[in-house]
């Protein structure tokens, strides 16, 4: 019991909130509507960056490593690219990433204590739980989408590439034999309501992540692995061209991703490149200003009557920061990636793999789960409690993260 207490005593009020943070993450949109105008969960983010803020000016705790220095970079331009956008308003879309960027600095750049990492680990599998409470109570008509529903409307491919994302922790431990079965179970779990939500980049996402996982396997489990994974991905794609459930099954058919161009994506992409090529110098090198991606390129689909966003972070980022700002995010992730691997972190590697496949769909540059995959980056640094940092055991021959 002293034990206990003794261990929570070590846990600081700023920890204790971003764990909140990670726990209501699966369903951080859908229950929006318990504050007015804004989330509960960015309220949520807003608290635990002040709270740090002031725990970091206390205790004289911030340390700078040199791995991050390029994504604040590129944080710090588009944050600026606003001056240069006409019609820039300080929006959700602006508040949102500005809190991403406080996020990643009060978390990534603080000192990582055993207990903060086992408290966040904590928090991931619980989220879980929170998963799958709320698809039991949006539990949808055969044939219908799953839609995460609160009090608000959660967009599925939302919900599920959130999961994806988290689901690098339970790959991370499921090589651990006292854990194999739990986390064999939760990843289950995770493909399950994925496919519930019919998004295929969330399943696209949740791929990516376990290819990664299998690249960090040494020895024959790698190839073992990889022969069981590939058939179940056969099995499921010949399934789904079969036409058997046509609503959900047959969304994930190769045949229905072309027919459609991926739900529209590839006519809005189509049109922000040719409104980038059209641009002047200025514009295609600096971009048209944070936030500025549907005023630039007005794509707007037949039946519909509002301009819509890019679905894709990097064609984004080409427009509104110009070749500058892409440069800047790519070798941004670039240089997390190269700090996972120094420092031997497949869970890391997984996490921004998986944020960055959820980056060629979707907008992630302001979903949450950008943060998220930053920190988890940084959970292993290169040194931690003044030592060099050994949190690696042999098991069949791959290095766990502990």
Same mark, same amino acid.
């Given at each position: 019991m002293n034990g206990q207490l003794s261990y929570l005593r070590k846990i600081s009020l700023s920890s204790w909130l971003f764990a909140m943070y990670l726990l209501l993450l699966p369903i951080s949109t859908a229950i929006a509507g318990f504050l007015i105008s804004t989330s509960i969960v960015s309220v949520l983010g807003i608290i635990y960056v002040g709270v740090s803020v002031i725990e970091m000016i206390k205790d004289d705790d911030l340390q700078i490593d040199r791995s991050i220095i390029l994504i604040m970079v590129y944080f710090i331009y588009t944050i600026i690219s606003s001056i240069w956008y006409q019609s820039f308003t300080f929006d959700w879309y602006f508040q949102q990433f500005c809190l991403t960027a406080a996020?990643?600095?009060?978390?990534?750049?603080?000192?990582?204590?055993? %207990?903060?990492?086992? @408290?966040?680990?904590?928090?991931?599998? @619980?989220?879980?739980?929170?998963?799958?409470?709320?698809?039991?109570?949006?539990?949808? %008509?055969?044939?219908h989408r799953l839609v995460i529903y609160g009090t608000s409307y959660?967009?599925?491919?939302?919900?599920?590439?959130?999961?994806?994302?988290?689901?690098?922790?339970? !790959?991370?431990?499921i090589l651990k034999k006292k854990q194999m079965i739990l986390n064999v179970c939760l990843i289950g779990v995770v493909a399950f309501l994925i496919y519930c939500t019919g998004s295929r980049g969330g399943l696209l996402t949740l791929l990516v992540v376990a290819f990664i996982f299998i690249l960090n396997i040494a020895g024959i489990e790698k190839h073992r692995i990889l022969i069981i994974m590939g058939a179940f991905i056969a099995a499921f794609l010949v399934l789904?061209?079969?036409?058997?459930?046509? =609503?959900?099954?047959?969304? !994930?058919?190769?045949?229905?991703? @072309?027919?459609?161009?991926?739900?529209?994506?590839?006519?809005?992409?189509? /049109?922000?490149? =040719?409104?980038?090529? /059209?641009?002047?110098?200025?514009?295609?090198?600096?971009?048209?200003?944070?936030?500025?991606?549907?005023t630039a390129v007005r794509y707007v689909a037949i039946g519909h009557g509002d301009t819509y966003m890019s679905h894709n972070m990097f064609i984004n980022a080409l427009i509104e920061g110009g070749v500058t700002g892409l440069a800047l995010m790519i070798t941004g992730f670039i240089s997390l990636f190269i700090h996972s691997v120094r420092v031997?972190?497949?869970?890391?590697?997984?996490?921004?793999?998986? !944020?960055?496949?959820?980056? !060629?769909? @979707?907008?992630?540059?302001?979903?949450r789960t950008f943060a998220i /995959?930053?920190?988890?980056?940084?959970?292993?640094?290169?040194?931690?409690?003044?030592?060099?940092?050994?949190?690696?055991?042999?098991?069949?021959?791959?290095?766990?993260a502990v």
């Open positions: 996020i990643v600095v009060c978390t990534a750049m603080r000192h990582m204590t055993d %207990e903060k990492i086992k @408290l966040y680990k904590t928090a991931i599998y @619980l989220s879980i739980a929170v998963a799958v409470v709320a698809a039991i109570l949006n539990i949808p %008509e055969k044939g959660m967009d599925p491919n939302d919900f599920a590439n959130g999961l994806a994302i988290l689901s690098a922790l339970f !790959f991370d431990n789904a061209e079969s036409g058997i459930d046509p =609503k959900i099954l047959g969304r !994930f058919s190769i045949s229905h991703i @072309l027919s459609e161009g991926g739900a529209g994506r590839t006519l809005i992409w189509g /049109a922000a490149i =040719k409104s980038f090529l /059209a641009s002047d110098p200025l514009h295609i090198l600096f971009g048209y200003g944070h936030g500025s991606f549907g031997k972190n497949p869970l890391g590697m997984m996490a921004l793999a998986g !944020f960055l496949t959820e980056g !060629f769909s @979707l907008d992630a540059q302001v979903y /995959a930053i920190v988890l980056a940084f959970l292993v640094k290169n040194e931690m409690n003044g030592k060099c940092v050994i949190l690696f055991n042999q098991i069949g021959g791959r290095k766990d």
